[in-house]
């Protein structure tokens, strides 16, 4: 029904209202109506222009989930939130703060989710501490997630996703784009340097979406920052004893494809994959090492309820080839010789949440009533950190494991506000001191909308 770019987030309000505006209700089943009414009830929340919007929210875990997914979960042990939030034609602010106990970061108080836009055409420009997902899966990203803390930074995003005009690209169909730069300010061993990201995606017929995706560390303190320096990033002229020396070398990028693809004839299936490289090859955009994530979606009714349900295999262990076919190289995908840190921010990966060398399958399955209360279920294997040497840089564990989880959760909307809450079972084992642990956990929060 949709018919625009969904696999990034955010995505602009605007652009959704539009796509919804023709969308004639007597011509869907029960489950599609009753999901188009409770987004449009959002957005007639979100939509209208003057109106100051007030939030709070408290939540609390006994321990935070090691790999966040698209799931919103604590990120410690307790949190509180406030927000106030202003649009404008042209402008919009988020205003949030929140403070949390005992931060593994050491950030009690933290700005997390305040951003100010302004809208330039069909434009927006904003700066802030901005939440974003790039691609299609469910447990993770390979490129850019929310399995860290945003950092802060400006970007820019195309609001509404009309097709081109142009004769010769109008077969692309709808398409947007996005950007951002943004600074890593934590404790990092090359000092505030930035994050720039590039992604379009577009819809060349209703049941296909492909999105491509680039991200670059570069510049920091005692590095190169100029525009030169940048345009060495984008050029891609990067990769040392490849088309530069190794003292040169300007940044740390990945860059990648995805694809979703929904089965025709209403076959209630859809298909995503998304590879990323670590690397290019000699010059240019010729890509070398890759991570690759594929998955099966799966749609309808079980009774009273509509479910969506996914399996999704993860494979974060970089592979020479062209489709990432060839031989493993480990310690690669989120490391680099120069930004010793990683593609990581306040410890926890931008990209994928097992980090390095992991492999993950997951089956899970969220079914909604159509009042829109919702519940969530994810099985998860990971073998985390599975090869190389040991790596005491690696955020999860130094040495391989093996992982198990489930978790449970529900959300729900009540009179004085909206309560998510969950709990889950966890079991580990260490394949290097064959040490073993296991563990109950659970999750509460409350929103007052």
């Not at 875990?61 to 307790?78: G, S």
């Not at 927006?124 to 802060?152: E, F, K």
């Not at 929904?262 to 076959?267: A, F, S, T």
Request: with cysteine; hydrophobic share 35%.
């Amino acid at each position: 029904v949709i018919n625009i770019p969904l696999t990034a987030w955010p995505v602009a309000w605007g652009d959704v209202e539009r796509a919804l505006a023709d969308t004639d209700l007597d011509s869907l089943n029960g489950d599609s109506t009753a999901a188009l009414l409770r987004v449009r009830s959002r957005l007639e929340k979100a939509m209208p222009a003057g109106v100051t919007d007030f939030g709070f929210s408290l939540g609390g875990t006994d321990e935070a989930r090691v790999i966040r997914t698209f799931e919103y979960t604590p990120r410690e042990d307790v949190e509180a939130n406030a927000s106030l939030a202003w649009k404008g034609e042209r402008f919009a602010v988020n205003l949030s703060a929140s403070v949390v106990d005992d931060p593994a970061d050491g950030d009690e108080i933290r700005p997390d989710g305040t951003y100010l836009g302004v809208r330039l055409g069909n434009w927006m420009l904003s700066a802030g501490w901005q939440d974003r997902w790039w691609g299609p899966g469910r447990d993770g990203s390979l490129i850019l997630s929310t399995n860290s803390r945003p950092s802060p930074g400006i970007g820019i995003q195309r609001i509404a996703s009309t097709a081109p005009e142009w004769k010769w690209l109008r077969r692309l169909g709808p398409w947007t784009l996005t950007s951002f730069m943004n600074e890593l300010d934590d404790e990092r061993d090359v000092k505030d340097a930035w994050l720039w990201g590039f992604r379009a995606s577009f819809r060349p017929i209703p049941s296909l979406e492909i999105g491509l995706s680039r991200t670059a560390q570069w510049c920091g303190e005692d590095r190169l920052c100029d525009l030169e320096t940048f345009f060495r990033v984008l050029n891609g002229n990067d990769n040392k004893g490849a088309n530069v020396d190794e003292e040169d070398e300007p940044g740390n990028q990945l860059a990648g494809i995805d694809m979703r693809w929904v089965l025709p004839n209403e076959i209630p299936v859809a298909l995503y994959m998304q590879w990323i490289a670590e690397d290019t090859r000699r010059t240019g955009f010729s890509l070398r090492l890759w991570m690759q994530q594929f998955g099966i979606e799966h749609w309808g009714r079980l009774g009273n309820l509509s479910h969506r349900t996914h399996f999704e295999i993860v494979d974060t262990n970089t592979h020479l080839g062209a489709l990432g076919e060839g031989s493993a190289v480990p310690d690669e995908g989120y490391s680099h010789f120069i930004f010793t840190s990683g593609y990581r921010y306040h410890g926890r990966t931008i990209g994928h949440g097992m980090d390095n060398d992991g492999l993950s399958l997951s089956l899970g399955s969220t079914l909604v009533d159509e009042a829109g209360n919702n519940w969530n279920i994810t099985a998860r294997y990971m073998e985390i950190n599975r090869n190389g040497e040991p790596d005491p840089d690696h955020p999860l564990s130094p040495t391989p494991q093996d992982h198990f989880d489930i978790q449970v959760s529900h959300d729900r909307q009540f009179r004085f506000g909206r309560i998510h809450l969950g709990v889950s079972y966890k079991d580990i084992d260490d394949q290097f001191s064959g040490n073993a642990s296991s563990g109950l956990g659970g999750f509460i929060r409350w929103t007052s909308q």
